[in-house]
């Protein structure tokens, strides 16, 4: 329910917050005296973190010195909750981690081109998107506004997979890379694995693949080649579909010491 002493106490302090965590998983009513005392005071938010979304957003839209942003939320938002802030932009953003089981991709091609190119984590989780024809336009951004991107762990569309390569050359601070599969339907990376090879970022040092993503034998080797002559350290790469021989050029590169131990 709305509470009015805790409205007034919000508007009584003195100073503006730059730290914010709100989890309403329990409230089934609007809170409008909270929200509006909390709208005066959020504009120098550097760190936003929200579970469970009861509100609209719009009173963080211009949080122009935002930093660190955290959204959960399983239910399926009303979009109006989200147009402004997702399409606002945020200079500083530097870190990202969005749960959503259906998300609007245009909103996060959006936040990553408008972030002003620090980001350097993203965290994204989602079941299936509620527009998936802006599926190839979320890859885009994600690969080309991106330079200070050190990991990101999320979900990879099929229709934007040409840009996996881009992504290596546009990000040479990526270390970490996990892809995570909300497609069933295959999709075969052998020649987009050997053009990555080309543009593995010096410090990286970890790959995952999607259960949905194969590659020939071939390709996987030339991948490897190429990323020993350009990593400093051993990879570790974990591929969730393959063969056999698969398995044999995997144990034959920990052999040679240009794969950790644990890709067996």
């Not at 892809?179 to 990555?196: G, T």
Request: net charge negative.
């Amino acid at each position: 329910m709305d509470n009015p002493g805790l409205a007034m106490l919000i508007e009584s302090q003195s100073k503006t917050l730059k730290s914010l965590t709100i989890d309403t998983h329990h409230l089934i009513n609007p809170v409008p005296s909270i929200e509006d005392a909390l709208r005066m005071k959020v504009y120098s938010l550097t760190q936003l973190s929200l579970f469970h979304i009861f509100f609209s957003l719009d009173m963080f839209a211009n949080c122009k010195n935002l930093q660190d942003l955290l959204l959960h939320d399983r239910r399926h938002l009303r979009k109006r909750f989200l147009e402004k802030f997702m399409t606002s932009s945020f200079p500083y953003l530097t870190n990202i981690d969005i749960r959503f089981n259906v998300p609007y991709l245009r909103h996060l091609s959006s936040l990553i081109e408008n972030s002003g190119g620090l980001i350097h984590t993203i965290y994204l989780e989602w079941k299936e998107p509620k527009d998936p024809e802006f599926a190839l336009c979320f890859a885009t951004a994600l690969a080309n506004c991106c330079p200070n991107l050190e990991a990101y762990e999320g979900p990879f569309p099929n229709e934007g997979i040409l840009q996996l390569p881009i992504l290596f050359s546009n990000c040479p601070k990526l270390v970490e890379l996990k892809i995570l599969n909300y497609q069933n339907m295959f999709c075969d990376v052998s020649i987009v694995l050997r053009q990555m090879g080309d543009f593995v970022p010096l410090e990286f040092n970890s790959f995952i693949w999607p259960s949905n993503w194969a590659c020939t034998t071939e390709a996987l080797e030339t991948f490897i080649r190429k990323c020993d002559t350009r990593l400093k350290e051993e990879l570790f790469i974990s591929i969730s579909n393959r063969t056999y021989e698969h398995e044999m050029i995997i144990k034959h590169f920990v052999e040679e010491g240009i794969l950790v131990a644990e890709c067996i």
